[in-house]
Nanobody
Framework: QAQVRESGGGLVQAGGSLTLSCAFS????????VGWYRQAPGNQRELVAT????????NYADSVKGRFTISKDVAEDTVRLQMNNLKPEDTAVYYC??????????WGQGTQVTVSS
């Protein structure tokens, strides 16, 4: 059974850091990409960062370039999002998306990130 689960959210002051983790398992098809998305109250869900299965390529939204880093563990089925110099506008529920080679998307339940000013 395919499962995706995020963790690591919390409350942090502006300028602080958090690291989010996405753990996934049980996929039938090879994973193509893993992405982090976020959704703030009243806003649409937006792309934050993506990484290919082997971690050879990563892409970032302009708003987080230079501050966030996406990475993949070599030993475990885990993708992390290191978030530095957090800003109040980063406040959102962050979701992990796993896109497999069978063109299916799997989503976690989300983890709340709150950045106070």
């Amino acid at each position: 059974q395919a499962q995706v689960r995020e963790s690591g959210g919390g409350l942090v002051q502006a300028g602080g850091s958090l690291t989010l983790s996405c753990a996934f398992s049980g996929f039938i098809f090879r994973i193509h990409t893993v992405g982090w998305y976020r959704q703030a109250p009243g806003n649409q869900r937006e792309l934050v960062a993506t990484i290919t299965r082997s971690g050879e390529s990563a892409n970032y939204a302009d708003s987080v370039k230079g501050r966030f880093t996406i990475s993949k563990d070599v030993a475990e089925d885990t993708v992390r999002l290191q978030m530095n110099n957090l800003k109040p506008e980063d406040t959102a529920v962050y979701y992990c998306n796993v896109h497999d080679i069978g063109q299916r998307d799997y989503w976690g339940q989300g983890t709340q990130v709150t950045v106070s000013s």
